[in-house]
DNA sequence: CACCCGGAAGATCA
DNA sequence: ATGATCTTCCGGGT
């Protein structure tokens, strides 16, 4: 619980910032360059199956063209490349149009956003994440990760489908994580 | 029904 | 090895 506050405080400030420049297209080249070996191919994470049960379209994911660049954030820190949080993730997905049909914000001073493609969200967080895992990602588990934000008010429960609010973050949890020193 | 909720425990990465 | 951040599974509720 608190172990997760320490680091969510760093979140904190990246969403209390607005949305950090993700811009990659200039020149932000860290001597720390990544070999880049299995980058973009994982096995197992990478081919879905497409059951289409659910949508309409058959096609999955091809749908817009996938960057991993474009995800990744400069850890501050460690002036590292690393995969997205979470919430950096949602931040990053509502801010780019070529994804507006996947989710949007339906009220954007107030944070509010809805999932219009659950499916394609969580299979590209799978992407972006480039994590190991035998299993899918499903929306439910991506849902569950959001869920834990709830605790820390850095998401707020909303009544409808689909739908998350990004929370007020800047005062609930700074106060627990004064004590860094 | 498909989602939403949140506990509990496992996994992954820095 | 340890902590942060999920991931996985799940029973109960809407």
Redesign the pocket.
């Known amino acids: 619980m608190?172990?997760?506050?320490?680091?969510?405080?760093?979140?904190v400030r990246y969403l209390k910032d607005g949305i950090v420049n993700t811009d990659v297209n200039d020149s932000v080249e860290y001597e720390s360059h990544e070999p880049s070996d299995d980058d973009e191919c994982q096995p197992t994470s990478d081919c879905y199956t497409t059951d289409s049960s659910?949508q309409d379209s058959s096609i999955y994911e091809s749908d817009v063209p996938f960057d991993l660049s474009e995800w990744l954030i400069i850890?501050s820190r460690?002036n590292?490349r690393?995969?997205?949080?979470?919430?950096e993730?949602l931040r990053l997905l509502l801010e780019k149009p070529r994804y507006s049909s996947y989710a949007s914000y339906t009220n954007s001073s107030l944070g509010i956003f809805q999932i219009y493609k659950?499916n394609e969200v969580a299979t590209l967080?799978?992407r972006v994440?480039?994590?190991?895992?035998?299993?899918?990602?499903?929306?439910?588990?991506?849902?569950?990760?959001?869920?834990?934000?709830?605790?820390y008010s850095a998401m707020i429960?909303?009544?409808?489908?689909?739908?998350?609010q990004f929370g007020t973050v800047t005062s609930g949890i700074e106060d627990r994580n004064n004590h860094i020193s």
């Open positions: 608190e172990a997760d506050s320490v680091r969510i405080n760093e979140l659910s850890d460690s590292r690393r995969s997205p949080l979470i919430l993730f659950p967080w799978a994440r480039s994590r190991q895992s035998s299993r899918v990602m499903s929306y439910d588990k991506f849902a569950r990760a959001i869920r834990h934000y709830y605790q429960k909303t009544n409808s489908r689909y739908t998350f």
